[in-house]
């Protein structure tokens, strides 16, 4: 049985940084590829990035591209995802993800469907 527990979420001011933690228990780290979405008040859950099994490849949505950063530490079964230059459209409730399924083409990560675990999300609001 696959367990996703996320940290790290919080309040933070526009322009500053958070690092969110995802740590995975139950089965063996290195088998699965990791992702984050996150849902703002209003609206629908939308991927952030994902990253697969070695951590070679990564991919993330256009509205965080240079400004996240997606790292997994397969000795420790944690994923990361640390967030800079923080926006007050960041504001949602971030979900770590993951599936050890096989032969997805790039598009597939940015669906939802993709994947089979979730954990039960952290909080991040960007406010002054």
């Known amino acids: 049985q696959v367990q996703l527990v996320e940290s790290g979420g919080g309040l933070v001011q526009p322009g500053g940084s958070l690092r969110l933690s995802c740590a995975l228990s139950g089965r063996t780290f290195n088998n699965y590829f990791m992702g984050w979405f996150r849902q703002a008040p209003g609206k629908e859950r939308e991927f952030v990035a994902v990253?697969?099994?070695?951590?070679?490849?990564?991919y993330y949505a256009d509205s965080v591209k240079g400004r996240f950063t997606i790292s997994r530490d397969n000795a420790k079964n944690t994923e990361y995802l640390q967030m800079n230059n923080l926006k007050p459209e960041d504001t949602a409730t971030y979900y770590c993800?993951?599936?050890?399924?096989?032969?997805?083409?790039?598009?597939?990560?940015?669906?939802?469907?993709?994947?089979?675990?979730w954990g039960q999300g952290t909080q991040v609001v960007v406010s002054s």
């Open positions: 993800t993951a599936s050890n399924r096989r032969g997805y083409s790039a598009t597939d990560y940015f669906q939802q469907t993709t994947y089979d675990y």
């Open positions: 990253i697969t099994w070695g951590g070679i490849t990564t």
